[in-house]
């Protein structure tokens, strides 16, 4: 079982930046395939980016490839979500999930955060 829990989301500007952190309990964090989603109002839950156990392999959802950056610390237990040059469409609730699989495209995510809001003004 693991347990995650998100922080850093907020108000920001269009152009402005933000980095969400995702911290977990427990000591097998660097077991799992880490990845952030979002949620928009009224809509699908969208896969942002994925970061495999060690932290040396990442694939990122076109609409986000070049602006937003994930890494993570195992050391700290912990996954960051850099984003840069946000826009208005990026306002959604933010969400971290932990997965398990053998490869990046064969994640399950199986433990999920309780989501922080971010909101980009124009």
């Known amino acids: 079982q693991v347990q995650l829990v998100e922080s850093g989301g907020g108000l920001v500007q269009a152009g402005g930046s933000l980095r969400l952190s995702c911290t977990a309990s427990?000591?097998?964090?660097?077991?799992?395939?880490m990845g952030w989603f979002r949620q928009a109002d009224g809509m699908e839950r969208e896969l942002l980016a994925v970061?495999?156990?060690?932290?040396?392999?990442?694939a990122y959802a076109d609409s986000v490839k070049g602006r937003f950056t994930i890494s993570r610390d195992n050391a700290k237990n912990t996954v960051y979500l850099q984003m840069n040059s946000l826009k208005p469409e990026d306002t959604a609730v933010y969400y971290c999930?932990?997965?398990?699989?053998?490869?990046?495209?064969?994640?399950?995510?199986?433990?999920w955060g309780q989501g922080t809001q971010v909101t980009v003004s124009s």
């Open positions: 970061i495999n156990r060690s932290g040396y392999s990442t």
């Open positions: 999930a932990a997965a398990v699989g053998v490869s990046m495209p064969q994640y399950e995510y199986k433990f």
């Open positions: 427990g000591r097998t964090f660097d077991s799992y395939g």
